[in-house]
């Protein structure tokens, strides 16, 4: 293959050029025609540049030519790298994409939440033979000094969660490192969250983002669809290109790391990936938490509490988050109250107490508000703070446990939604 040319502009000096980018409010279908470098780690970048014929002794510049624009610039396309000289560009763009997943639904609560449903690249064979790929859910909460993206690691989840909605569908796959990280960069397109780019019209206006001076998307949470660590590699890596300060540049303490409680791999989280990290406890007794979070019938509570209290890296500064749903009637009592405090002695760490969110078909209800807050107050006296999460995206099915991709229902409440352009509780559509 003949050398590339070496006449390119350095990156150092190069000005910041506009930048093509997906429309605000449109979907991009995910191009099958060649493969995307979207989400690609440092490494994967290297190789790509190398089946192209980039000489060895350029691979470094033309890697980090490469990560600046996608991760810190969003180029959607390769013709709008002018630092890259015309013949590498037409190679990369004859070779590769930079392909998103498909934004199928954008869904948009009223408190300024939006829950995006994505169709990932097909990548199983069966996938490839069907021409479809799998769809995930992937969730915005924006406050008045921070936004938190939620996003998910597998599709559907093994551990049959009574109390979650996500946990009654089937386990359909891991997702690839690439589509972690691509979560986020669609996140950020569909904000208008790139150099040159604004926001989707009103929405500053309305407070459905961040105060100004702040990035749309401060802080990321491992709290989607699956269990993190049951999809460890691709995680690990995905956070590697998240955190790099080249590139997304969210710092490891503004990801976190949510598990319910695989505990051997809990070393190696804080070891590799070191995240902040929050525990799906919702009980104090395991005859309880076999039922509500059946992964405990392996893992019971003392031998997760073991691993957190050895969790590398955890002090006072960096405090394990215990997130803990309000059952009614069934762990929300003075007594469960207490023994959370007896159990977590001797742990840097706070409780996030969570208001039970409804989801169809489910036994359970959200324990009263004066229970919440007598709970509350009985794990504050003991010295740990006890926030309880306000409720966010209720009316969207995208608050904490809701989560659930079942391809029919959600196509079916799409079409639902575009054709009539409200919603129930204030529900509209993307175009609104």
Partial sequence: MAEVSLDFARRSSAPMAAVAHAPVGAAQPVDERAPSLLGATREELRTALSS???????????????????????????????????ELRARLGDAFTLARPEVVTEQVSR???????????????????????????????????RATLCISSQVGCTLNCSFCHTGTQKLVRNLTTAEIVAQLVVARDRLG??????????????????????????????????EPLYNFDNVRDAMGVVADGDGLSLGKRRITLSTSGVVPMIPRAGEEIGSMLAISLHAVRDDLRNTLVPLNKKYPIAELLDACRNYPGVSNARRITFEYVMLKGINDS???????????????????????????????ECSDWDTIETFSDIVFRAGYASPVRTPRGRDILAACGQLKSETEKLRARARLMAESGIGAEGLFTAGD
């Fill in 52 to 86: 192209i014929g980039v000489p060895d002794r350029d691979l470094k510049m033309r890697t980090a030519q490469l990560w600046s624009w996608i991760y810190q610039r969003g180029a959607t396309d390769f013709t709008s790298m002018t630092t890259i000289g015309k």
């Fill in 334 to 364: 003075k007594a469960d109250a207490r023994e959370l405090v007896r159990l977590l002695k001797g742990i840097p760490a706070k409780i996030n107490l969570i208001p039970f969110n409804p989801w169809p078909g489910t036994q359970y």
């Fill in 111 to 145: 408190d300024g939440t939006r829950k995006w449903l994505m169709r990932m690249a097909p990548v199983a064979a069966h996938e490839k033979v069907k021409g479809v790929g799998p769809e995930i859910e992937c969730v915005y909460i924006p406050e008045a000094d």
């Fill in 193 to 226: 969250d790139w150099p040159g780019q604004s926001p989707p019209p009103g929405a500053r206006e309305k407070g459905l983002l961040p105060g100004d001076g702040n990035r749309f998307v401060t802080n990321i949470v491992l709290m989607g669809m699956g």
